[in-house]
């Protein structure tokens, strides 16, 4: 069951993330927390700033892993 649905975004149980996709993002330093916003502010993923540190690191391991793998 899709709880949102765009040309670009879908949020079910996962976000599915089409490339060329826009993002930005606003940075509350007073609060450590960054705002991640998707499309035309269809998505909005909101982290601390460890939650975010998290997910970068995985990302990071993620493109090492593709960059080893011939493609």
């Given amino acids: 069951m899709t709880l949102y ?3 670009k975004v879908s949020v079910e149980s ?3 993330m089409a490339a060329d996709v826009a993002v930005r993002q606003e ?19 909101l982290l ?4 975010l540190a998290r997910i970068v690191e995985a990302g990071s391991h993620a ?4 960059a080893a793998t011939p493609g």
């Fill in 27 to 45: 940075v509350d330093e007073l609060n450590e927390v960054v705002t991640l916003f998707f499309g035309r502010d269809e998505f909005i993923l």
């Fill in 14 to 16: 996962f976000v599915d």
């Fill in 63 to 66: 493109l090492a892993r593709f």
């Fill in 5 to 7: 649905d765009s040309s």
């Fill in 48 to 51: 601390g700033r460890e939650a």
